[in-house]
């Protein structure tokens, strides 16, 4: 479905069907435990109660754990980005989405790109349209409405970093009139993170400091915080980066950074949030993803650089990555998530943000600010933690350098942050131009989808060189 269209709608209706597909998803689904009544699927009737509001938010959060740019198998954007980047190899002799992003061979008539697009906004609609039904219901509370409101603006402003990170310019979109999307015209990359930014600060004004989960798998004002602080560095804010930094860092009687090997387990202290499953007693799609027992490997493995680039005594190497023989050569995969299927109840949930990036935002902030002595402090929590010991370097180059260099071992094949780095930092060129024969500068950005520029000229030009 062509997000700016939406041909599905009545023009004469206020609101759409957000969570048209909710009766048919498992019942299973922690995010979905309300069905609607069949005979009134209509906006009004979403919004007459907090349970069915509640699953209207679900509803996003399922989509983008099994279908939308999250999940955590071949086609979500850690898998994608690592391989766009240097964090994996493809070996499969079939066609699977990340081949053509190891080839640095994406074009814009790109299935994949398509759906990456075309997904992120229909759930982008999703949190308009709970943000309007929110606001013109007169029967939930004020309360009630407070927190639906924060959280579907987080939600709103989390799937516009993902796009213009991905994309560059792209439409910032804040309604659901289908008339105004069908024509609506790009933003510059500036501009969407201002309008991130102002979503995120009146989030989190009205988001509530505790969880409504103690499982931790709705956003907090804690949550907030962490992506406005990562928002923050990426436009190069350091001053506020350190703010937000600092407001969830102190918040130690809620998050503690966990020993190396907890860290993803869904009782962490450091997460901020997750994901569940989608069914009771199960785990993750990172660990069926990237787990092989055979080799050669029969998808992707860890590039050996990678994994050649830890230091002697880094903890995380024998913790987070496994070694896979055929008696003669060995290849690497990701091992930060190791429970694979069904058991008796689920003790890996996908994470979305942990402590750990907050220290490391902070470090960079403040090396960016010249205060090296307190960079080099947060980057050193993180080694230390890792079982390293504190930086040799004193310098803003040196500490710059080891901090993204930390921040490569830290999150690796973790939703598109070892890309983003590169991206952001000016030596994605530098970097891939070496050990990627397929790479060119125009890779820094996606494509945007053909079918989306035939279908609303505005959105033209289409990022150069594609």
Known sequence: M???????????????????????????????TVDLPTSQLSGPTVFEDVATADAALGYIYAKLRDEVLLQGNSSGVGCLMGHYADELDYYSSGNLAPQFFY????????????????????LVYAANAVIEGVQQSSSLSVADKERLLGEALFLRAYLHFYLVNMFGEIPYVISTDYVTNASISKSTVQDVYSFISTDLQQSATLIPTT???????????????ALLARVKLYSEDWSQAIQYADLVIGSTSMYQLA??????????????????????????????????????????????????????????????????????????????????????????????????????????????????????ADLNVIRNRSGLGDTPFSNQPDLLDAIHQERRHEFFTELGHRWFDLKRSGTATSVLGVVKPGWDTKDLLLPLPESELLLNPNLMPQNSGY
Request: glycine letters at 6%.
């Open 103 to 122: 080839q640095n061979n994406v074009l814009p008539t790109n299935g994949t790109i398509r759906t990456l697009w075309n997904g992120t906004y229909q």
């Open 211 to 225: 969880y409504v989960s103690f499982e931790r798998t709705r956003p907090n004002k804690s949550v907030v915080y």
């Open 259 to 376: 020993p190396v090997d907890n860290v993803f387990l869904k009782e962490s202290t450091g997460t901020l949030l997750q994901l569940r499953p989608q069914f009771t007693g199960a785990n993750t799609l990172e660990a069926q993803n990237y787990t092989f027992t055979s080799a050669p490997p029969p998808t992707f493995a860890l590039t050996p650089a990678l994994v050649s680039s830890f230091e002697v005594g880094d903890i995380r190497r024998t913790n987070w990555i496994q070694t896979v023989t055929n008696g003669v050569d060995s290849w690497y995969h990701a091992y930060k998530y190791k429970a694979i299927g069904t058991t008796g109840s689920s003790v890996e949930y996908s994470i979305l943000l942990r402590l750990e990036e907050l220290y490391l935002i902070r470090a960079e902030a403040k090396v960016q600010m010249l205060d090296l002595t307190g960079g080099a």
């Open 2 to 32: 062509n997000v700016f269209l939406f041909r599905i709608l009545n023009a004469l209706s206020r609101y759409i069907l957000v969570i048209f597909s909710v009766a048919t998803l498992s019942s299973c689904d922690e995010f979905v």
